[in-house]
């Protein structure tokens, strides 16, 4: 069965710092994988998503993601954290009968100046 | 205006009644699900439906329903609240390209 682990419930950074967000998962099948992050008081937005293809895959706000299927990893990067980045982030795997999403615990950001 | 709207965005109740989360999309698309987040667990999925006329049991379907009146609407019931169902509820909805698009949650408290 699909499964996601998100290392680190909660991670901190300070501002312009690199922000690296882990995720394993665990698919039968080729995974479909996606990062969502979620703001205070708000839903999930998508940051970006892995389908097919170039295994780098870049998002919205600066974030990249990269597949690496050897590792079963889909670690979220980004170069340089802004305050604007402290938020939930969820990291997504579609289950193997390909009809609803498997999301891991959520990993907390928090950035400081 | 939002794509996925819920209605209410935050409720009080009390154990034993019964009460409907809503759930409304202008986005056209088939498919519709119901999840609840927990702190330190994630999201975990309820309900889900593909059209009107079907609905498919989640992980943790217990203790709720789900009604699909449109394609635009998708309802939860928790007919006899407890405590433990106290959490962030979400909708979502899906053109069936796996992303999906979520509204912004309705917080239940159930005392």
């Known amino acids: 069965a699909q499964s996601v682990t998100q290392l680190g419930s909660h991670v901190s950074v300070s501002e312009g710092a690199l922000v690296l967000l882990r995720c394993n998962y665990s698919s039968s099948v080729p995974p479909y994988l996606f990062w969502y992050v979620q703001y205070p008081n708000q839903g999930l937005q998508l940051l970006l998503k892995?389908?097919?293809?170039?295994?780098l895959v870049k998002g919205i706000n600066g974030f990249e993601a990269e597949f690496k299927k050897s590792e079963t990893s889909f670690h979220l990067t980004k170069p340089s954290a802004h305050m604007s980045d402290a938020a939930e982030y969820f990291c997504a795997v579609v289950d193997q009968a390909g009809t609803a999403l498997i999301f891991g615990k959520g990993t907390t950001l928090s950035v400081s100046s | 205006d939002a794509d996925v709207t819920q209605t209410p965005r935050n409720r009080i109740t009390k154990t034993g009644k019964r009460i409907m989360l809503e759930c409304s999309q202008t986005k056209g698309h088939d498919r519709m699900y119901w999840y609840r987040q927990d702190p330190g667990l994630g999201l975990r999925l309820i309900y889900y439906s593909f059209d009107v006329k079907d609905i498919n049991k989640g992980e943790i379907s217990d203790g709720y329903s789900v009604s699909r009146q449109a394609q635009a609407k998708f309802s939860l019931s928790l007919e006899s609240a407890i405590p433990n169902q106290t959490a962030l509820y979400f909708c979502?909805?899906?053109?069936?390209?796996?992303?999906?698009?979520f509204g912004p949650g309705t917080r239940l408290t159930v005392t």
């Open positions: 892995y389908t097919t293809g170039a295994t």
């Open positions: 979502a909805t899906s053109a069936g390209s796996y992303e999906q698009y």
